[in-house]
């Protein structure tokens, strides 16, 4: 008895010793961070998907891993991880994260190209009108800004391509022969 008692404890001290060594959440995540500014960007991903593994529900190692995409040129990913992050800081109810979430997925699909015009036009929206409802983390003009472009950038696409047309319909009619 006496000696499963002294292994019990043992067992008990072990893995008390193991989480006390462990790093904690916020030390990871700042570890990461850190990688990443030095252009350590492979440690730094490893480091932020380690946090993320450890504690899941926590948006912001999530919403690091995004912008760190994003800063790649991998935009998917970044959407991808925007999207995760936005699921989780809603559910932890972080505002902040929320709308900063809302903006990368905004950004990032402005920054695919022209047939994701839409897609941006609809997150800027949604980032404007979560903004507008939550003005202490968010700022709607930024999102009335954003669809102000697109939209301007989608009129002179329909104008270029009426403009286009027209020239290659006077192309095609002075090629042609007169009878």
Same mark, same amino acid.
Request: charged share 25%; hydrophobic share 45%.
């Given at each position: 008895?006496?000696?499963?008692?002294?292994?019990?404890?043992?067992?008990?001290?072990?893995? @008390?010793?193991?989480? +006390?060594? +462990? =790093?904690? !959440?916020?030390?990871?995540?700042?570890?990461?961070?850190?990688?990443?500014?030095?252009?350590? $960007?492979?440690?730094?991903?490893?480091?932020?998907?380690?946090?993320?593994?450890?504690?899941?529900?926590?948006?912001?190692?999530?919403?690091?891993?995004?912008?760190?995409?994003?800063?790649?040129?991998?935009?998917?990913?970044?959407?991808?991880?925007?999207?995760?992050?936005?699921?989780?800081? $809603? @559910?932890?109810?972080?505002?902040?994260?929320?709308?900063?979430?809302? &903006?990368?997925?905004?950004?990032?699909?402005?920054?695919?190209?022209?047939? &994701?015009?839409?897609?941006?036009?609809?997150?800027?929206?949604? !980032?404007?009108?979560?903004?507008?409802?939550?003005?202490?983390?968010? &700022?709607?003009?930024?999102?009335?800004?954003?669809? *102000?472009?697109?939209?301007?950038?989608?009129?002179?696409?329909?104008?270029?391509?009426?403009?286009?047309?027209?020239?290659?319909?006077?192309?095609?009619? +002075?090629? *042609? =022969? @007169?009878?």
């Amino acid at each position: 008895m006496i000696r499963l008692l002294l292994a019990l404890a043992l067992v008990l001290s072990s893995a @008390a010793a193991a989480r +006390a060594q +462990a =790093p904690t !959440y916020a030390v990871r995540v700042r570890s990461a961070l850190d990688a990443i500014g030095r252009g350590d $960007r492979d440690g730094g991903v490893r480091g932020l998907r380690e946090a993320i593994a450890n504690e899941p529900s926590r948006p912001d190692a999530i919403c690091y891993l995004a912008e760190t995409f994003r800063m790649g040129g991998d935009l998917t990913g970044a959407i991808d991880n925007f999207q995760m992050c936005l699921s989780v800081a $809603r @559910a932890a109810n972080d505002l902040g994260f929320v709308a900063r979430a809302m &903006h990368g997925v905004a950004s990032s699909f402005e920054r695919l190209p022209d047939e &994701h015009l839409n897609d941006a036009r609809e997150a800027w929206l949604a !980032y404007q009108r979560f903004s507008e409802a939550n003005p202490s983390v968010g &700022h709607a003009s930024i999102g009335r800004d954003r669809v *102000t472009a697109i939209d301007t950038v989608i009129e002179l696409e329909r104008v270029t391509a009426e403009v286009r047309a027209r020239i290659e319909a006077r192309r095609l009619a +002075a090629s *042609t =022969p @007169a009878p």
